[in-house]
């Protein structure tokens, strides 16, 4: 059974960094493309980066030159690190796996950007 676990939310203030984790198990992880989204209460989930099966990533336009998604085959983990971090990207960040139509999701984590 696929499971992935979120791990690295916080609380951290405004211009700070965090670096969130997804663990993977039950799954061959190196043939999924893997993504973080974020969603806020009452809004709908949305894309913040996308890392494919040959490691080429993308990013929503937001996050652009202050996220980077990457990922570890050998530790079936994908990695989100945040820097400069606002208010606004305050929300529960979730990791998917993706292939073909199948898709997999983890609990999310939060973070609060906050003074």
């Known amino acids: 059974q696929a499971q992935l676990m979120e791990s690295g939310g916080g609380l951290v203030q405004p211009g700070g960094s965090l670096r969130l984790s997804c663990a993977a198990s039950?799954?061959?992880?190196?043939?999924?493309?893997m993504g973080w989204y974020r969603q806020v209460s009452g809004k709908q989930r949305e894309l913040v980066a996308r890392?494919?099966?040959?490691?080429?990533?993308n990013y929503a336009d937001f996050v652009k030159g202050r996220f980077t998604i990457s990922r570890d085959n050998a530790k079936n983990t994908v990695y989100l690190q945040m820097n400069s971090l606002q208010p606004e990207d305050t929300a529960v960040y979730y990791c998917?796996?993706?292939?073909?139509?199948?898709?997999?999701w983890g609990q999310g984590t939060q973070v609060t950007v906050s003074s």
């Open positions: 039950g799954m061959l992880f190196s043939t999924y493309a």
């Open positions: 998917k796996a993706a292939r073909y139509s199948i898709d997999f």
């Open positions: 890392i494919a099966r040959d490691s080429i990533t």
